[in-house]
């Protein structure tokens, strides 16, 4: 395990094969979810969780023959501890082949459908959700047979839908933000190389009353870099010497500049 910023880095999507494999495709570091029985097509989903109010996910499949990647995030908005019923606002990743291309915020659109207690160290067995344009239960992977996900190109570009950032001085890089209500960002997901090994990462925060904890888990890919940074070993900053935790989008030049410092270092800047 390499130390301090880049120890645990991850690009672009490298080729999935189309055919359905017997392995947990997002890896130790976020929990893989496929959709079940969906007339839709197969796709497979990779959850980072907060715990049990929020969670961000990134998603990869088929939707009646089209093929999408997208970034989300869902939150319970003051609901009871009991109910499992979480908002869900998401956006698809285009530029690189992909054919769907949507955004859109929920409330009430994703439920936990696993009974008892669950929380991000246990992650719940199913999850329901209404995006796209399909129902789908998402159930978590435990071995077996999986649904097929479609082959796809690497991530070189966000699309419309999302907020777009290079890292600085790392050309080919990119980083995906989405905002969710006063949540900014409310989730991010990171693709490039480095030192010639692919990465790719979720980013999420936990946003409390004294600030914003942030923290990313590498979706370890074979071959790809595999780690994960706990909520509060990143800070998100929008001046060099600014204010810790706040993720406000400030700009420079016309261009928006994040300021990332803690388990790594790096700069992201608007395209």
């Given amino acids: 395990m390499r130390l301090n910023r880049y120890w645990w880095v991850l690009p672009a ?37 907060v715990d049990r109010n929020s969670f961000a996910f990134y998603a990869q499949g088929s939707e009646h023959s089209r093929s999408f990647r997208l970034l989300g995030y869902s939150y319970r908005d003051g609901a009871p501890q009991y109910e499992q019923v979480f908002n869900t606002s998401f956006a698809t990743i285009n530029g690189n082949g992909e054919q769907l291309q949507m955004a859109a915020h929920m409330v009430d659109n994703t439920f936990i459908l696993s009974g008892g207690a669950w929380d991000e160290h246990n992650p719940p067995q199913r999850i329901y959700q209404k995006i796209l344009e399909s129902e789908g239960v998402w159930v978590r992977y435990q071995g077996g047979q ?96 600014g204010a810790v935790n706040t993720g406000r989008i400030g700009s420079r030049d016309n261009r928006t500049r994040y300021y990332v410092t803690g388990a790594w270092t790096e700069t992201w800047v608007s395209r």
């Fill in 13 to 49: 999507l490298i080729c999935f094969a189309t055919v359905a494999k017997s392995q947990d495709f997002c890896g130790p570091n976020t929990t893989t979810y496929y959709r079940l029985d969906s007339s839709a097509g197969g796709a497979v989903m990779c959850v980072l969780f």
């Fill in 146 to 241: 999986t649904s097929s996900v479609p082959t796809l190109l690497p991530i070189h570009a966000c699309g419309p839908n999302l907020q777009t950032l290079a890292v600085d001085g790392r050309s080919g890089d990119v980083r995906c933000l989405w905002e969710a209500g006063d949540h900014s960002p409310a989730a991010w997901l990171g693709a490039g190389t480095y030192n010639g090994k692919s990465y790719l990462h979720i980013g999420t925060g936990f946003f409390g009353i004294t600030g914003t904890n942030w923290g990313a888990s590498d979706i370890c890919l074979p071959g790809f870099y595999c780690g994960r940074v706990g909520l509060g070993q990143l800070h998100l900053d929008t001046s060099p010497r």
